[in-house]
């Protein structure tokens, strides 16, 4: 079965910049992940989506992070403006169901995000 | 709050060798505990689950509830372990509900 996607793969920004990336989960996945992965630490969810709705963002920087899912299948995660903390490996994982049971995460190839 | 503890950042063992990999969480309920892996310019992946108490690769892990751990155990290190090993609790109520939540990871270097 095809993988969870990502695009860009890379990408290098200036401070102050906006910068968006993009997740194709596995189809027919209604749980939809958002992680930070900063250098040398685990990755730190920052929102999870039911379909298209919002079920977790509680670590979601709300004043410069924003993400959509709008009919329940592809996201976007957006920066705006960005900071060089935010240099960072962003994944994007799917997982069939919310609850437990058969409930296995599937990890895209991920976006590295450099800040400069 | 949920949270999970790997306490070892760096782990090197000779092949052949036992290891075992330390996982500890914070829940208060019936969390699902998993074991992620992530080999060298590779996305990462599910190595095993409590719930299926499996043996994947040699691997095992067993849930204590009494001292809240989920250690990765394998006899007889391999040189192709050597990854980056993720504990993850997905919370099973409340608010917490589906979320997924990983440890700082510990990287494990088996040597030849």
């Known amino acids: 079965e095809a993988g969870v996607a990502q695009s860009p793969r890379y990408k290098i920004i200036e401070k102050r910049q906006s910068v968006a990336f993009w997740c194709n989960p596995i189809s027919g996945h209604a749980t939809l992940y958002w992680y930070q992965q900063i250098l040398g630490q685990g990755p730190k969810l920052l929102i999870q989506f039911q379909n298209n709705g919002v079920v977790d963002d509680s670590q979601l920087p709300k004043d410069r992070f924003s993400a959509e899912r709008l009919k329940g299948v592809d996201s976007t995660l957006k920066i705006q403006p960005a900071k060089l903390e935010d240099s960072a490996v962003y994944l994007c994982?799917?997982?069939?169901?919310?609850?437990?049971?058969?409930?296995?995460?599937?990890f895209g190839q991920g976006t590295r995000l450099t800040v400069v | 709050a949920q949270r999970v503890t790997q306490p070892e950042k760096l782990l090197s063992v000779f092949k052949g060798a036992p290891v075992e990999l330390k996982c500890n969480y914070s829940y208060s309920g019936s969390p699902e505990l998993f074991w992620y892996v992530q080999y060298s310019r590779q996305r990462l992946q599910l190595l095993l689950r409590h719930i299926s108490r499996e043996s994947i690769k040699g691997f095992t892990a067993d849930l204590n509830k009494g001292e809240t751990s989920f250690h990765l155990k394998k006899p007889f290190a391999q040189e192709e372990d050597s990854a980056m090993y993720y504990c993850?609790?997905?919370?099973?109520?409340?608010?917490?509900?589906?979320?997924?939540?990983f440890g700082q990871g510990t990287i494990l270097t088996v040597h030849p």
């Open positions: 993850a609790l997905k919370g099973a109520g409340g608010t917490s509900y589906g979320k997924l939540t």
């Open positions: 994982a799917s997982s069939f169901k919310l609850g437990t049971g058969n409930t296995e995460a599937f």
